[in-house]
């Protein structure tokens, strides 16, 4: 099994501020890249998914990708103290989802 | 519209007892996988199913599939050890599309 590593945090972040969390992957051929956001005690719920190389954004979310340095990124705008949870990186390899260990978000009021 | 069922939500059991764990889904999804999540380990990938009839081994030993129909993947611990306490989710998604879907988790914990 391919590897999908994340910072395992916890990082806290001032609200309004904006939340920079990354990922790392290590299977080249994964050409699918998906953010889960869980919140404690609940189950992961997606909130965005990238393809291509750049940017795609989806109101205060941004993820970014880039395939040569094998790397993904999600930026969070504005952020709140809603948006505490942790972060999960996943790839999609030969039709199974990896995950990353996760970061944990604390968005401070 | 239930989504993916897993039962039961909690459950404690003794080294050396088995014990399935249920997953059923009402979206006709192909694809369906267990994983476990520890704390600082995010979900690892214990079984995979593509489709009814087929399943994928992850991780070695322990664990248990069957997919004797689309619906539902259950998840059996053969001979419960400690090292299986862990939180269980189910997930499952459809051949075109790359949004999984979670159930509610089981947690279990071997005593």
């Known amino acids: 099994q391919k590897e999908v590593e994340q910072n395992s945090g916890p990082l806290s972040v001032p609200e309004g501020a904006i939340a920079s969390l990354n990922c790392t992957y290590s299977d080249r051929g994964s050409q699918s890249f998906f953010w889960y956001r869980q919140y404690s005690g609940k189950s992961p719920e997606l909130i965005m998914f990238?393809?291509?190389?750049g940017d795609k954004e989806d109101g205060r979310f941004t993820a970014q990708l880039n395939k040569a340095s094998q790397y993904v990124s999600l930026l969070i705008r504005d952020s709140q103290p809603s948006d505490s949870a942790t972060y999960l990186c996943?790839?999609?390899?030969?039709?199974?989802?990896?995950f990353g260990q996760g970061t944990e978000l604390s968005v401070k009021p | 519209n239930a989504g993916v069922t897993q039962t039961p939500k909690f459950h404690i059991l003794k080294t050396g007892q088995s014990m399935t764990l249920q997953c059923a889904q009402d979206m006709n999804h192909g694809y369906m996988s267990w994983y476990r999540q520890d704390p600082g380990m995010g979900l690892r990938l214990i079984y995979y199913s593509a489709a009814a009839g087929t399943t994928d081994k992850e991780v070695p030993n322990g664990y248990n599939v069957s997919r004797l129909n689309t619906e539902d993947f259950p998840l059996r611990l053969v001979s419960a050890a400690p090292s299986q306490t862990s939180v269980y989710l189910c997930?499952?998604?459809?051949?075109?599309?790359?949004?999984?879907?979670f159930g509610q988790g089981t947690r279990l914990t071997v005593v």
């Open positions: 990238i393809y291509s190389n």
């Open positions: 997930a499952s998604r459809r051949f075109d599309s790359t949004e999984a879907f």
């Open positions: 996943a790839a999609l390899e030969g039709g199974k989802l990896i």
